[in-house]
């Protein structure tokens, strides 16, 4: 190690220049955090419209996680998958019971979920239909990951960019364009069964708040059925309360065969999983593992949240605070016809789309940090708004406040 490490960056705290150089970061250190608070160094406080990007769901420091999380400590933290643990099963259960799903497997991030349900797909379609060279149907602009399959996954050239060779077998069609699906499906289908599975968001998150349409959506269940393919939806953004709903796919009115969760299951602490029902239940002891996945200290934060999310009724408050959200949100595109174009989402995940040739997601996003207003960018033109799923309503009409004068500075 060489001594000018030491050399404090000139933003971040002492010792960042230790840290690879990965993200574009904003400049500013945060120490702690409420509810949608952070502190940063200076002690100067921010609104939190990030969440860590959509995982903090009960806001920070929550005293309810942390007695849990506490006590799951003093019991047991992890004894890995070699053994039953209590905390796993109940959490499963959870799980089966609240979704269509009938059973999961645990890892801790959502691209791991997400290489999960690729393996998954090729299993299924290998052992159940023959398929040796398995396809799998993904969209452009999506965001599935960053490991090399869910990357590969991940309908979008600038992430692949000097990463190639990818993961062979995955073809892109463009979203919520139900003809162009069945176009690529039936191509790769020509010379008998391909196509393994179709991968999809319920919305796409980082591709820009984009929700799925139900009518799109409704023809490819019904296609995915005559064919026998997967459809498989990535709810590691928009799953576990996220939306108003508990899961996106009920927004869309169907069920997938599989689902991969991840971001706000734990509530900020890491966990992922992989959902499917039975008929695609293809793993065998052997074909996939985690060291980590599904711990007993995960699963405690993810029970956790389960009960604060019912405790609380936080699904009827997303409703209503995303309703509040949107219309304030509608009211500045109304309010600054040059810079925004429309407001879209679903609950408390809401993007301000931007008009092009004026100022850019990141550029807002910047203006909104001097207002102490934390957002982030998905993609260039939609600036996102993933609140802790607890955000008051004189919080929400904070955000709004900083949010409107940030878009005054940057002109009407
Ligand atoms: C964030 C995200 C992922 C990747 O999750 P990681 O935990 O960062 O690996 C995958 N899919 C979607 C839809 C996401 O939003």
């Known amino acids: 190690m060489a001594f000018d490490s030491q050399v404090s960056s000139p933003v971040g705290p002492p010792g960042t220049a230790a840290v690879m150089n990965t993200y574009r970061r904003f400049p500013v250190t945060f120490t702690h955090g409420r509810g949608c608070w952070l502190w940063d160094r200076q002690g100067d406080r921010y609104m939190d419209c990030v969440a860590g990007v959509a995982v903090c769901s009960l806001g920070h420091s929550d005293p309810v ?19 039953f643990t209590p905390e796993q099963a109940e959490l499963a259960t959870w799980i089966t019971a609240n979704s ?154 169907i069920e997938p065969d599989a689902m991969t969760m991840a971001k706000g ?65 509608e009211e500045l595109v109304v309010g600054f016809p040059k810079l925004c174009a429309s407001a879209r989402g679903w609950g408390l995940i809401q993007g301000l789309v931007l008009r092009e040739g004026g100022p850019s997601a990141a550029q807002v996003t910047q203006a909104c940090l001097q207002q102490k207003l934390l957002v982030v960018p998905a993609g260039a033109q939609v600036v996102r708004l993933v609140p802790p799923l607890t955000i008051s309503e004189a919080e929400i009409n904070t955000a709004l406040m900083r949010l409107r004068t940030a878009l005054g500075g940057l002109g009407a």
């Open 65 to 83: 996680l942390q007695q849990a999380l506490s006590e799951q400590l003093g019991r047991l933290q992890h004894v890995s998958n070699l053994y």
């Open 265 to 329: 299951l734990g509530g900020g602490f890491p966990i992922g999983a992989l959902a499917v029902k039975h008929h695609c239940d293809v793993f065998q002891p052997g074909d996939h593992a985690s060291t980590f996945g599904g711990n007993s200290l995960a699963c405690r934060a993810a029970l956790t949240m389960a009960a604060e999310l019912e405790r609380r009724r936080l699904l009827t408050h997303v409703q209503q605070r995303g309703e509040q959200l949107r219309r304030g949100l």
């Open 100 to 253: 269509p799903m009938d059973a999961v497997f645990f890892c801790n991030s959502g691209a791991e979920a997400n290489e999960a349900a690729i393996k998954l797909a090729r299993k299924h379609g290998r052992c159940k239909r023959g398929i040796e060279q398995a396809r799998i149907v993904t969209a452009r602009a999506s965001f599935h990951g960053r490991t090399m399959a869910s990357l590969s996954a991940t309908g979008q050239p600038k992430y692949h960019q000097g990463f190639t060779p990818l993961v062979e077998g995955f073809h892109y069609v463009d979203y919520n364009d139900f003809p162009a699906i069945k176009q690529c499906i039936d191509r790769l289908d020509a010379q008998g069964p391909a196509v393994a599975a179709v991968l999809l968001e319920p919305l796409q998150g980082e591709g820009g708040v984009r929700p799925g349409d139900p009518g799109v959506f409704a023809a490819l269940r019904q296609l995915c059925d005559q064919r026998g393919i997967l459809l498989i939806l990535d709810e590691v953004q928009v799953g576990m309360g996220r939306t108003g709903q508990l899961w996106g796919h009920q927004h869309l009115g």
